[in-house]
């Protein structure tokens, strides 16, 4: 019946006889367009930052056919305002002048009007166009009667109903995209609008830096029509019961119930990644695969080779594999797993939304709003990752003060597991002197900062995204993606670490720089002297550091002081070289360079203030 | 929202005691009469003087006035912006202010003159819900929606 509709329509023949070759899939955030992309592609999506930017654009192949399939990031509206909205608008308009490439609209069933404001923009364009209304299930549940036919006929493109969750209506989709079409543009928009809005969406004036005023009054016409053809062909539904999801997305928001489901995620957050993947995981890998098998198998090896060089180089105490490998592989590798599954779960259930507004007032004291919440969870990953994340903060005051603070403050993933297993070991106290340490001065730092760096915070506005059961295959390939990123960004400096480690030892030259930093850390953080070593390393990348450290108090080289003063000046250094290359992408030179050179000092003299605060309270000699 | 001056106790209030129902005038020159010498030092009880029930004065207390501030009903709004909108109730959208980016990006979310709302919540930041859209906006932003007059 649906394709009945197309019949009458001229050209057909001749759309039938073009094959798509690229579909480009676009839509609202939230309309199960990845669940879609996943379901015509069958999981075999490679996953890549469209090029200049951080957008990840997943590619696949089209199920049987083996045309290129792309998935772009979710948009309201084609108009470039953000980045995102700037890598979909690009791709829109690269299918504009391809012969044999088509858009697929993925839309909520249940939410016509929103998609709509799309289509019309796709109509605009002239772009071939199949509508999909996703979730048709839930609208039917709802009592949303959808008149496809007419809808067809009103837009003139193909319209299927898919549940994409399920696989229904999938083939639809697949038969539908040879009759993909422009969609209907007959839209009487006011003529100063019409122009200027067009010109944007083509490309043909570039994007501006500031959006100008006519562009609200383009949505909002845009916005009548979808209107009036959503209401002619959707039935309103009822209102939304009270199921669990939406309770539950209530709650998550609640300003009372809100705060102990806010404690229970981030407890769940610890016990899976620091228990379970810092404790349990680090053990089963360091010691059953590396310790067990690949150390002393190595080693074994290694003792046939003549070259004492050569044999230290791999497996001695600065051995790349031994230390660089083990540390990489075996320490964090395991704690990276585990928080990106997190935080993929996090993401896919739309509970960080919420979480941003949670904990709006807080990032308010320090200038930023509840949307800076997604860089810091995410820096508690990689925060280098994280730094890339800052783009999605509005105002660039609010971008240099977030990168600051994920700088200063957030410890990444594997150095956060380090830490948690370290604090296993110091009385409870002291953990909380480090948390209050390291906490109290990011507030300072970023209420300070807020104070001094010109510019405006910008509006707190976020869309809240049903509470949804995450599907398994998405977390899993997210997480393989950012697993990949990391190792990719981490494994090489271990590498380089451990060398840079080995050739100052050969050349005798750590025993004189652990000479040199003596002052600094055994004069003011009351540490060893071997610990001077850790910190130089620690310029390359943080985590390594506190691995090193990890690896001293294991032996029993540290006592309590000097554990906490230890972890609170790692944890106020710089995350990574990599982080500050970049910081200086992102920001430029001036403003890296001023990070480190406020950082660095910071950070020892944090250290300092803690150990003397800590011994004033009497934890010295408690081993 | 804004602090009303506090209206100004006269001086000369009648109270009624708690005890005997007895209406009288604090403060006045009984208590002097009486030979009171807390009276001379300007004394923040109030004193029945029928039965003799005394309490500490609730106008010269800044504790009680605090209070009596808490509970004093709030002058009724009109509702103008979304900012007004209790938790619950229903509005129409009549403009939506503010600069233009932001102007664009709640149009592009659905949020556009004549759309109807719901506000879920108020605390800790403003939700609201367009059809099958869910929105967190912050009070400034809340304030740049104008709504239709019922």
């Known amino acids: 019946m649906a394709e009945g509709a197309m019949a009458g329509t001229a050209g057909r023949a001749e759309a039938a006889a073009r094959t798509p070759r690229r579909i480009v899939l676009l839509g609202n955030p939230n309309v199960g367009k990845s669940v879609l992309f996943n379901a015509l592609t069958g999981l075999r999506a490679t996953v890549s930052n469209y090029p200049g930017t951080t957008v990840e654009v997943y590619r696949g192949r089209l199920n049987g056919t083996g045309a290129e399939v792309v998935d772009s990031p979710g948009l309201n509206s084609l108009l470039p305002l953000s980045e995102d909205e700037q890598v979909t608008s690009d791709l829109v308009r690269s299918v504009r002048g391809e012969e044999g490439a088509v858009v697929v609209q993925v839309a909520d069933a249940k939410n016509l009007r929103r998609a709509l404001l ?87 004036d570039a994007p501006p830096a500031a959006p100008p005023a006519f562009l609200a009054r383009y949505h909002e016409s845009l916005l009548a029509h979808a209107d009036a053809i959503a209401r002619r062909h959707a039935t309103d539904g009822r209102t939304r019961g009270a199921h669990l999801s939406r309770r539950l997305g209530r709650l998550a928001i609640h300003p009372v119930w809100g705060w102990p489901i806010l404690a229970a995620v981030l407890w769940a957050l610890y016990e899976f990644v620091g228990v379970f993947g810092a404790g349990t995981l680090v053990d089963l890998v360091e010691e059953g695969i590396f310790h067990g098998y690949l150390n002393p198998w190595a080693t074994a090896l290694f003792s046939h080779v003549p070259w004492t060089f050569a044999r230290d180089l791999v497996v001695g105490e600065y051995g790349l594999l031994t230390m660089g490998l083990s540390y990489g592989l075996a320490i964090v590798l395991p704690i990276v797993a585990t928080f990106f599954t997190a935080f993929a779960l996090l993401e896919d259930s739309g509970y960080l939304p919420r979480l941003a507004v949670m904990t709006d007032r807080v990032f308010r004291l320090m200038g930023l709003n509840g949307k800076a919440v997604l860089p810091m969870v995410l820096g508690l990953g990689c925060d280098t990752m994280a730094t890339l994340t800052t783009r999605i903060l509005p105002t660039r005051k609010e971008r240099v003060l977030a990168t600051l603070l994920l700088a200063l403050g957030v410890p990444c993933s594997a150095q956060l597991g380090v830490i948690l297993a370290m604090l296993a070991a110091v009385p409870f106290s002291a953990a909380a002197i480090w948390f209050a340490a390291v906490a109290g001065i990011m507030i300072t730092v970023g209420w300070l900062a807020a104070r001094v760096l010109p510019g405006e915070r910008g509006d707190f506005v976020i869309e809240l995204p049903p509470m949804r059961l995450p599907a398994l295959s998405n977390v899993l390939s997210k997480t393989a993606a950012r697993v990949e990123w990391y190792l990719k960004e981490a494994l090489p400096l271990f590498l380089v670490g451990t060398l840079v480690l080995f050739v100052l030892d050969r050349l005798k030259l750590l025993d004189a720089i652990t000479r040199a930093g003596e002052p600094i850390v055994t004069g003011v953080l009351g540490l060893p002297a071997e610990a001077s070593a850790a910190f130089l390393i620690g310029f390359l990348r943080r985590d390594f550091a506190a691995t090193r450290l990890f690896d001293m108090s294991r032996g029993g080289g540290l006592d309590v002081v000097q554990l906490v003063v230890a972890m609170v000046t790692i944890t106020i250094f710089i995350p990574c070289i990599a982080n500050v290359f970049m910081i200086a992408k992102e920001r430029g030179w001036k403003t890296a360079g001023a990070m480190a050179a406020f950082i660095f000092p910071l950070a020892f003299a944090m250290g300092g203030l803690v150990r003397v605060v800590m011994l004033t309270l009497g934890f010295g000699g408690t081993p | 929202m804004t602090t009303l001056p506090l209206p100004e106790a006269p001086a000369v209030a009648a109270v009624t005691c708690p005890l005997c129902c007895f209406e009288y005038v604090p403060g006045g020159d009984s208590c002097r009469e009486h030979g009171c010498p807390i009276a001379l030092g300007g004394c923040a009880t109030r004193h029945c003087p029928r039965c003799g029930y005394t309490m500490p004065d609730e106008e010269r207390s800044a504790a009680a006035r605090l209070v009596r501030r808490l509970f004093r009903p709030r002058p009724r709004h009109a509702v103008e912006t979304l900012a007004d909108l209790p938790a619950g109730a229903f509005g129409v959208v009549e403009s939506i202010g503010g600069d233009p980016a932001l102007q664009a990006r709640l149009t592009g979310q659905g949020l556009a003159p004549g759309v109807a709302l719901h506000v879920v919540q108020r605390a800790p930041t403003c939700v609201i819900e367009v059809s099958e859209t869910t929105i967190a906006l912050e009070r400034r932003v809340a304030r740049a929606i104008r709504l239709e007059q019922p």
């Open chain 1, 118 to 204: 799309i289509t019309l923009q796709l109509g605009q364009l002239e772009v071939p166009t199949v509508l999909v209304l996703n979730m048709h299930d839930e609208a039917e549940a709802r009592g949303i009667r959808l008149d496809l036919v007419g809808l067809e006929a009103t837009l003139g493109i193909p319209v299927r109903t898919t549940v994409a969750t399920r696989g229904l209506g999938l083939e639809g989709v697949t038969a539908a995209l040879a009759a993909a079409r422009p969609p209907r543009n007959h839209l009487p928009l006011p003529e100063e609008v019409a122009g200027p809005a067009l010109a944007l969406l083509t490309g043909r």
